[in-house]
């Protein structure tokens, strides 16, 4: 078994729905797809990159920027309710099978055309310093705190989620954060122990600001990276 330092696994299965093509969908003057590819061959971070796919056509795409798909995506794992880190599993797997293990296990959206070679490079040296490794989340600071919140009922009545907190000021709240879904990180020593979601382990968080925290999932998300990017 050959140990390597770092996998990088591209998630883009075909059939996005709210965005048709979302994942090879021009974003300016090229796939949105290359700009994760692109920046993280500039980086120089990564032994393998890998883009899990169950599409012919991504793959084509994919081939122009001489990533090879050494194996692709199964249907029972392309829905879109099937949990990504399902699909993170059933990659290492085929890794190990091929005679491959790795330290570190990266994730990176293929819709991240605002995250750069320059912010993964930072991200590394983030993880390197970590005394104990433990996966690591990309999250964004909510703009105003989350206790605040309201829900509106069928009569457009606001009524407040939280009312200890209604009338407390914004610095006298603490925090509060959300998955910016940009990236992940997992230690591979430590990843057939892992689930998403588990009481033995927990998640560092790795902030990023809202420019680069944009989770493109419908036309006005897009529009509002075009602008920012």
């Known amino acids: 078994m050959k140990l390597l330092k770092r996998l990088l696994i591209i998630p883009a299965r075909g059939g996005s729905k709210r965005i048709k093509n979302k994942n090879i969908k021009k974003f300016k003057s090229k796939p949105i797809i290359y700009y994760t590819i692109e920046n993280a061959i500039k980086s ?5 990159i890998h883009v899990s796919t169950d ?3 991504i793959e084509k795409i994919v081939k122009k920027k001489n990533i090879k798909i050494e194996f692709m995506r199964p249907k029972n794992l392309s829905g879109s309710k099937v949990p990504l880190f399902e699909v993170y599993k059933f990659v290492v797997k085929k890794f190990e099978n091929l005679g491959f293990k790795f330290e570190e296990i990266w994730s ?3 819709c991240s055309p605002n995250l750069n070679r320059h912010d993964l490079i930072k991200i590394s040296k983030f993880y390197k310093k970590l005394k104990t490794k433990v996966p ?3 999250v964004s600071r909510f703009r105003v705190p989350v206790q605040w919140a309201y829900k509106m009922e069928k009569s457009k009545k606001l009524v407040p989620h939280n009312t200890n907190f209604q009338l407390k000021r914004s610095q006298d709240v603490d925090n509060s954060y959300f998955d910016a879904g940009q990236f992940c990180i997992y230690p591979g020593s430590k990843f057939k122990k892992l689930n998403f979601i ?4 927990f998640y560092k968080g790795y902030e990023l600001p809202i420019k680069k925290s944009i ?3 419908d036309i006005e998300d897009w529009k509002l990276a075009e602008k920012l990017n």
Do not use: A, G
């Not at 120089?44 to 393998?48: A, D, I, T």
């Not at 588990?198 to 382990?201: L, P, Q």
């Open 44 to 48: 120089k971070l990564f032994n393998k």
């Open 55 to 57: 599409s012919k056509k």
């Open 108 to 110: 990176i959206m293929p």
């Open 136 to 138: 690591v989340l990309s």
């Open 198 to 201: 588990s009481k033995n382990y």
């Open 215 to 217: 989770d493109i999932d």
